[in-house]
C-alpha cells in the first residue's frame, strides 16, 4: 500500500482517521463489556452449605431445636405413629413443617461469606441459643448421630423470583457465617410444630348446630337446604326478634374455622362442669362435639366427632378426628371461644325495656 499517496490525499486520510476512531472504539467498548461482567459476577460461586445431606435426608428420625423462645425440645419420629413432640406428650407434629425443615436445610445454598466476628452476631442474630437470638436446628438418626447442625438467624428479602429468603446461618463450632439462600425460615416455637389439622369441616356442609352455652337457656341453629344463605334460630323467646343474620352464621360456622395455638392434655380441666357445649350437624352424616371451658383469660376446648349410622364416609372421618384429638384439650382464639360460648341473648335483638332504659 502506497501509505504516501493515501494520506496525501485528504478524504482518504480522513477515512483512515475515522476507520481507526471506529475501531479504537470498538476495542473500548468491549474492555468496558470485559470490566462489567467481572462485576456483576459472582465473587463466590455457590455451594451446598451441608454437602451431601440430601441423600441423607430419610436418615433423619430427630430434630432438636434450641431457642431462647422456646428452650430445647425435639421432633421425633416414632414408627406407627409418625413425627410426635415428646414434650408435648407425644403430640403429633405437623409432616408439612418436618418436611419444609428437612428438604430446606439439605437444599441450603450459600450466597456469600459474612462476618466471623462473634461481637458481631448479634447484629444478624447468630448469638448461640438458649442465651443468644439464634435458632439452633440438629438433625440425628436412629443411632444418634449428627447429619447436620446449624445456627440459623435473621432473614432477608433477596428479591428471588421463587420466594426463596436469605438466611443468616453458622455451623455452631465455625466462626465463618453466611448468607444462604433458603426456602424455609426455620421455626423457633414449639407450638409452631403442631399438628393444626384436628378438624376441617366446611361452612357448605353444616346443617344444624345445638348450643348449650355456659349460662342462658340452650337453641339451635339450622338451615334446611345447603343453598340457604342463613341458618334460622330457635326456640325465639316470646316477644323478641333475631337479631344480626350475620351473628348467626359466625356461631353456627364457628367448628369451619377451628383452629388453636397451644395444647394440654385434657384430663387438665373439668369440660364437664359448667363449660358450653357447641354440636355440629352436617348433612352428610357428621357430628362433632366441642365442649369449651375458661381457665382465667384462657379459653380450651375438647373435640369429639361421630356419625348418623349407615354413613360410612361420615364414621370414617369421625374416627379420623377421634383418632387425632382424643385425649387432648386446645387452647382457642378469644374470638374462637367467645363463638363458641355465645348466650341466645346473644343473638337477638336488645330487650325492649333495655332499649328503653339506653335511649337507643
Same mark, same amino acid.
Not at 496525501?8 to 470490566?35: F, K
Not at 425443615?101 to 441450603?108: F, S, W, Y
Not at 447468630?126 to 435458632?135: A, N, Q, R, S, W
Not at 357428621?286 to 360410612?312: C, E, M, N, Y
Given at each position: 500500500?502506497?501509505?504516501? #499517496?493515501?494520506?496525501?490525499?485528504?478524504?482518504?486520510?480522513?477515512?483512515?482517521?475515522?476507520?481507526?476512531?471506529?475501531?479504537?472504539?470498538?476495542?473500548?467498548?468491549?474492555? #468496558?463489556?470485559?470490566?462489567?461482567?467481572?462485576?456483576?459476577?459472582?465473587?463466590?460461586?455457590?455451594?451446598?452449605?451441608?454437602?451431601?445431606?440430601?441423600?441423607?435426608?430419610?436418615?433423619?428420625?430427630?430434630?432438636?431445636?434450641?431457642?431462647?423462645?422456646?428452650?430445647?425440645?425435639?421432633?421425633?419420629?416414632?414408627?406407627?405413629?409418625?413425627?410426635?413432640?415428646?414434650?408435648?406428650?407425644?403430640?403429633?407434629?405437623?409432616?408439612?413443617?418436618?418436611?419444609?425443615?428437612?428438604?430446606?436445610?439439605?437444599?441450603?445454598?450459600?450466597?456469600?461469606?459474612?462476618?466471623?466476628?462473634?461481637?458481631?452476631?448479634?447484629?444478624?442474630?447468630?448469638?448461640?441459643?438458649?442465651?443468644?437470638?439464634?435458632?439452633?436446628?440438629?438433625?440425628?438418626?436412629?443411632?444418634?448421630?449428627?447429619?447436620?447442625?446449624?445456627?440459623?438467624?435473621?432473614?432477608?428479602?433477596?428479591?428471588?423470583?421463587?420466594?426463596?429468603?436469605?438466611?443468616?446461618?453458622?455451623?455452631?463450632?465455625?466462626?465463618?457465617?453466611?448468607?444462604?439462600?433458603?426456602?424455609?425460615?426455620?421455626?423457633?416455637? @414449639?407450638?409452631?410444630?403442631?399438628?393444626?389439622?384436628?378438624?376441617?369441616?366446611?361452612?357448605?356442609?353444616?346443617?344444624? /348446630?345445638?348450643?348449650?352455652?355456659?349460662?342462658?337457656?340452650?337453641?339451635?341453629?339450622?338451615?334446611?337446604?345447603?343453598?340457604?344463605?342463613?341458618?334460622?334460630?330457635?326456640?325465639?323467646?316470646?316477644?323478641?326478634?333475631?337479631?344480626?343474620?350475620?351473628?348467626?352464621?359466625? /356461631?353456627?360456622?364457628?367448628?369451619?374455622?377451628?383452629?388453636?395455638?397451644?395444647?394440654?392434655?385434657?384430663?387438665?380441666?373439668?369440660?364437664?362442669?359448667?363449660?358450653?357445649?357447641?354440636?355440629?350437624?352436617?348433612?352428610?352424616?357428621?357430628?362433632?362435639?366441642?365442649?369449651?371451658?375458661?381457665?382465667?383469660?384462657?379459653?380450651?376446648?375438647?373435640?369429639?366427632?361421630?356419625? /348418623?349410622?349407615?354413613?360410612?364416609?361420615?364414621?370414617?372421618?369421625?374416627?379420623?378426628?377421634?383418632?387425632?384429638?382424643?385425649?387432648?384439650?386446645?387452647?382457642?382464639?378469644?374470638?374462637?371461644?367467645?363463638?363458641?360460648?355465645?348466650?341466645? @341473648?346473644?343473638?337477638?335483638?336488645?330487650?325492649?325495656? #333495655?332499649?328503653?332504659?339506653?335511649?337507643?
Amino acid at each position: 500500500m502506497d501509505l504516501k #499517496a493515501l494520506f496525501s490525499d485528504p478524504r482518504r486520510r480522513n477515512l483512515a482517521v475515522l476507520a481507526g476512531l471506529a475501531l479504537v472504539g470498538v476495542l473500548w467498548a468491549a474492555i #468496558a463489556l470485559n470490566h462489567r461482567a467481572a462485576e456483576v459476577a459472582p465473587k463466590y460461586p455457590p455451594h451446598e452449605f451441608f454437602p451431601g445431606l440430601a441423600a441423607k435426608v430419610d436418615d433423619v428420625t430427630r430434630i432438636h431445636v434450641v431457642s431462647a423462645k422456646s428452650g430445647a425440645f425435639d421432633v421425633v419420629f416414632v414408627p406407627m405413629k409418625g413425627w410426635v413432640l415428646p414434650g408435648r406428650g407425644n403430640y403429633p407434629a405437623s409432616f408439612e413443617d418436618v418436611r419444609k425443615t428437612l428438604v430446606g436445610m439439605a437444599a441450603l445454598e450459600t450466597i456469600e461469606p459474612k462476618t466471623a466476628r462473634r461481637d458481631w452476631f448479634h447484629f444478624v442474630g447468630l448469638d448461640t441459643p438458649p442465651k443468644g437470638d439464634g435458632v439452633q436446628i440438629t438433625l440425628s438418626d436412629d443411632h444418634g448421630r449428627v447429619l447436620a447442625s446449624m445456627i440459623a438467624g435473621k432473614t432477608e428479602d433477596i428479591g428471588d423470583s421463587s420466594g426463596a429468603l436469605g438466611l443468616f446461618v453458622r455451623k455452631p463450632e465455625a466462626q465463618q457465617s453466611w448468607l444462604v439462600l433458603s426456602p424455609f425460615e426455620p421455626h423457633a416455637n @414449639e407450638a409452631d410444630w403442631m399438628d393444626k389439622t384436628v378438624v376441617s369441616v366446611d361452612r357448605t356442609r353444616i346443617q344444624d /348446630v345445638d348450643v348449650r352455652p355456659r349460662s342462658g337457656p340452650a337453641y339451635t341453629l339450622h338451615r334446611e337446604k345447603q343453598s340457604d344463605a342463613d341458618f334460622t334460630l330457635s326456640p325465639i323467646p316470646k316477644g323478641r326478634e333475631t337479631g344480626d343474620p350475620g351473628q348467626r352464621d359466625a /356461631v353456627a360456622a364457628a367448628l369451619a374455622g377451628f383452629s388453636f395455638g397451644d395444647i394440654r392434655r385434657a384430663s387438665d380441666f373439668d369440660f364437664d362442669g359448667q363449660g358450653s357445649r357447641v354440636v355440629t350437624h352436617t348433612f352428610d352424616g357428621l357430628i362433632v362435639s366441642v365442649d369449651v371451658v375458661h381457665q382465667g383469660s384462657d379459653i380450651w376446648a375438647r373435640v369429639f366427632a361421630d356419625a /348418623v349410622p349407615g354413613k360410612p364416609d361420615a364414621a370414617k372421618e369421625a374416627n379420623e378426628i377421634n383418632a387425632h384429638a382424643a385425649g387432648w384439650a386446645y387452647q382457642l382464639a378469644t374470638y374462637q371461644g367467645t363463638l363458641f360460648s355465645t348466650p341466645l @341473648e346473644g343473638l337477638l335483638k336488645p330487650h325492649e325495656a #333495655a332499649k328503653a332504659k339506653t335511649g337507643k
